[in-house]
Nanobody, 117 residues
Framework: QVQLVESGGGLVQAGGSLRLSCAAS????????MGWFRRTPGKQRELVAL???????NYADSVKGRFTISRDNAKNTVYLQMNSLKPEDTGVYYC???????????WGQGTQVTVSS
């Protein structure tokens, strides 16, 4: 069983920065994928950033150049550095993990990010 525990959400003004952290416990290893999704008001949950196998990264077009995903395999933790935040980034951010077999999806409980204009 895998548990994902997020931290780092909060309220920030537009143009500010936040850093999200997600610590994984259980059977998630460096070869597995970890990343972040978000649900913003009026939209379905969408991919924000994903790190696959520790090297390959994917970003939503809307966050490219502003957000950076990173991973500390020794701590089994994935981070999301969010810079130049915009009000439209407001939403609940979910940590996500899946083993390399892609046979299971794991989700964190979500952390609220609010960007004021």
């Amino acid at each position: 069983q895998v548990q994902l525990v997020e931290s780092g959400g909060g309220l920030v003004q537009a143009g500010g920065s936040l850093r999200l952290s997600c610590a994984a416990s259980g059977s998630i290893f460096s070869r597995d994928a970890m990343g972040w999704f978000r649900r913003t008001p009026g939209k379905q949950r969408e991919l924000v950033a994903l790190m696959d196998g520790g090297t390959v990264t994917n970003y939503a077009d809307s966050v490219k150049g502003r957000f950076t995903i990173s991973r500390d395999n020794a701590k089994n933790t994935v981070y999301l550095q969010m810079n130049s935040l915009k009000p439209e980034d407001t939403g609940v951010y979910y940590c996500y993990a899946t083993p390399w077999t892609r046979n299971t999806n794991y989700w964190g409980q979500g952390t609220q990010v609010t960007v004021s204009s």
